[in-house]
T-cell receptor, first 116, second 110 residues
Framework: DAGITQSPRYKITETGRQVTLMCHQT?????MFWYRQDLGHGLRLIYY???????DKGEVPDGYVVSRSKTENFPLTLESATRSQTSVYFC???????????????FGPGTRLTVT | QKEVEQNSGPLSVPEGAIASLNCTYS??????FFWYRQYSGKSPELIMF????GDKEDGRFTAQLNKASQYVSLLIRDSQPSDSATYLC??????????FGTGTKLQVIP
């Protein structure tokens, strides 16, 4: 049971370069999310997707692009990386809990991105 | 005012004691809350969720929700060194969007 995976786990890139972070889940969860985690800010939602071909902005979407052509994949692209995008990026997927209408989120292992 | 607020800590408790972690929220319409545990360098993992007033118990963990006072708490009984982590309180919003607090770091001292 692979669950949710992210690649690469570590990435160093230069300012202005395009970089894509990959996220893959094997559960067929309908919802997927991208967060960034920074000291003092906690986890902040970048983009989310309710299903294939349906995406929407979160709290901090500027400078990021997402796509979701297949249910299991949700790549995040930084079109022109900036130093302020140095962060740890987490992908998550969610499914409804058995006890309520709420959705539990399951997180991938994260990608540590450094922009120099 | 942040949607979900937590004291960053660290909260230090001796092994075997009860650890009490608190979280306040600003939106009175909030219905459900989650507690996640995050070990250093790892991803968050869900440990509890609560959506009604009162207490919810799961093993050594008890989540408490008080909607009138707009706070959520997590009690960890018989704290172990392995409980040392950052605990994230999260509020469930619409369309499965979750808003996280910045987390409280817990240190359990052997």
């Amino acid at each position: 049971d692979a669950g949710i995976t992210q690649s690469p786990r570590y990435k160093i890139t230069e300012t202005g370069r395009q970089v894509t972070l990959m996220c893959h889940q094997t559960w067929s969860h309908s919802y997927m999310f991208w967060y960034r985690q920074d000291l003092g800010h906690g986890l902040r939602l970048i983009y989310y997707s309710a299903a294939a071909d349906i995406t929407d902005k979160g709290e901090v979407p500027d400078g990021y692009v997402v796509s979701r052509s297949k249910t299991e994949n949700f790549p995040l692209t930084l079109e022109s990386a900036t130093r302020s995008q140095t962060s740890v990026y987490f992908c998550a997927s969610s499914e409804r809990t058995g006890q309520s209408l709420e959705y539990e989120q399951y997180f991938g292992p994260g990608t540590r991105l450094t922009v120099t | 005012q942040k949607e979900v607020e937590q004291n960053s800590g660290p909260l230090s408790v001796p092994e075997g004691a009860i650890a009490s972690l608190n979280c306040t929220y600003s939106d009175r319409g909030s219905q459900s809350f989650f507690w996640y545990r995050q070990y250093s360098g790892k991803s968050p993992e869900l440990i509890m969720f609560i959506y009604s007033n009162g207490d919810k118990e799961d093993g050594r963990f008890t989540a408490q929700l008080n909607k009138a006072s707009q706070y959520v708490s997590l009690l960890i009984r018989d704290s172990q060194p392995s409980d040392s982590a950052t605990y994230l309180c999260a509020r469930s919003g619409g369309y499965q969007k979750v808003t996280f607090g910045t987390g409280t770091k817990l240190q359990v001292i052997p």
